[in-house]
Nanobody, 124 residues
Framework: QVQLVESGGGLVEAGGSLRLSCAAS????????MAWFRQAPGKEREFVLY????????IYADSVKGRFTISRDNAKNTVYPQMNSLKFEDTAVYYC?????????????????WGQGTQVTVSS
C-alpha cells in the first residue's frame, strides 16, 4: 500500500519560511518523480514544484520561482520543499504527489499517488 505523508505545515508570518516534508512508503521512491500542488479555499488545485527521480531536474511555478525550492533524499524516501519569503497568497493546503512517468509535470492528472495534505497559513 502506497502512502505519502506530508508534514511541516503551520502558521507563519509573511516573510517567514517553512520546510515541508513528504515521506513515501510502499513504493520504490527513486523510481518516482515527485511534485507539490496546493489548493487555496475556493480555488483550483495548482502546481507548485516538481523534482525528477534523481533530483537533477526541478520545475517551479512562476508564482514561487526565486522563493521556493525542492530537494529529495532517496535514501530516506523523502522530498523536502523549502518555502522562503512566504506571502499571504501562499496560504493553502499543500499536497505531495508521485508519478513514475511524468510527461506533463504541471498536470495534476498525471500523478498516481497523493498525500492527504498539510495546511500552510501565512499571516499578513
Amino acid at each position: 500500500q502506497v502512502q505519502l505523508v506530508e508534514s511541516g505545515g503551520g502558521l507563519v508570518e509573511a516573510g517567514g519560511s517553512l520546510r515541508l516534508s513528504c515521506a513515501a512508503s510502499g513504493l520504490t521512491f527513486s523510481s518516482y518523480a515527485m511534485a507539490w500542488f496546493r489548493q487555496a479555499p475556493g480555488k483550483e488545485r495548482e502546481f507548485v514544484l516538481y523534482i525528477t527521480k534523481n533530483g537533477a531536474g526541478i520545475i517551479y511555478a512562476d508564482s514561487v520561482k526565486g522563493r521556493f525550492t525542492i530537494s529529495r533524499d532517496n535514501a530516506k524516501n523523502t522530498v523536502y520543499p523549502q518555502m522562503n519569503s512566504l506571502k499571504f497568497e501562499d496560504t493553502a493546503v499543500y499536497y505531495c504527489a508521485a508519478d513514475r512517468r511524468t510527461a506533463r509535470p504541471r498536470d495534476q492528472y498525471e500523478y498516481d499517488y497523493w498525500g492527504q495534505g498539510t495546511q500552510v497559513t501565512v499571516s499578513s
